[in-house]
């Protein structure tokens, strides 16, 4: 039997009360061990690739990629289930210590988004980034009565900064990140009684955190957005959002780890609680809309294959630790939350009343 050193076994369960309804889906990945002295800045409300294997196996998708200490080189094949699957293609390096440069290229039929990151840390305790994204898609905006697709263009930005200071007794952090995203439609095709409206989504988040105990971190977080639609029969239609956030999280000295975070705002209340150990995790997440109540449970273990699978790092080394050379690596490829990965656009009734 073929092992890969620094692999695990991941079995992940999630349950929807609401419909009683079971999945499970088995991955093979290596466990990122959580080192608190190697934690770096994060920024806010990012979502960084971590350090994985050759090989990995998710219930969505496929990960074939290649890590050295200054590029990374990888393939990745989502939602191979799916009718539609798409294949990405990314690849990061540094060009020097404190700069690297990366993206993506994600592709299926009539769908194609293209990514690029900066990512500079003139300091050890500061992160900038800065995200570009050209989308061209024609899904959901076939034309009626007709098997005509309109394609859509769609260019985003997203601008990011974090702050530590590591010499305060309770290491406080900020962050903030602008983003922005504009759509078109270059064929301005005549579609009948309906009209599509391409829109402009603009907005930022801000947030705060700081450890009052030395393995324990709180986050506050404040996201505000706006989308304009373009319609050339009625006055701007403008939709805003405010989300407001807090997250919780604290380390054992056993190596447990629990997680926590509410949220509030464009309707909808979400609770999420997680209590994870040495492999072993389990999760509660709560949504309250107008609509009714959601709950869902998810239940996950790892375990290493091979003798030369991750070793889980002591848990008592220090809370905080500067910007290391993987973790801008890893930001060169990874997509920001703020980078909508659908177009701005949606198809209205002509009318001649303004709306309000």
Known sequence: MRRWPGSVLRLVVPVTLASLSFSAGAAVSPEPAYEMGREPPSLPGEERANPRGAVAVDAGNITIRDHAPHNTLGVRLDGYTAIRPSVAVENGWLLRSDLGVGGAYKFRNDYADLLFNGVYAPRRDVRIQLSVSQLRSGEGFAVPQSRDLITVLQTSYVASIRKL?????????????????????????DTGTQQLETGTLAGYMLNVAARPAYHSKIELGYRSQSIAYDHPMIDVLREKQAVRSIDYSRQFDDC?????????????????????????????????????????????????????????????????????????????????????????ARFAALKTASLH
């Open 165 to 189: 200071w590591d010499k305060s007794r309770v290491l406080p952090e900020t962050g903030m990140s602008v983003f922005t995203a504009r759509a078109a439609d270059p064929g301005k095709r």
């Open 256 to 344: 447990s780890r629990i997680n926590g975070r509410f949220s509030t705002g464009a309707g909808a209340n979400q609770v999420n609680l997680q209590f994870e150990r040495r492999g072993f995790s389990i999760g509660l997440m709560q949504s309250r809309t107008p609509q009714g109540t959601d709950n869902m449970i998810r239940v996950g273990y790892s375990q290493p294959l091979g003798s030369d699978g991750p070793r889980y790092a002591s848990c008592t080394g220090k809370p905080i630790a500067p910007t290391g050379l993987q973790a801008l690596v890893d930001s060169t490829i990874s997509r920001s939350p703020f980078l909508p990965s659908q177009p701005v």
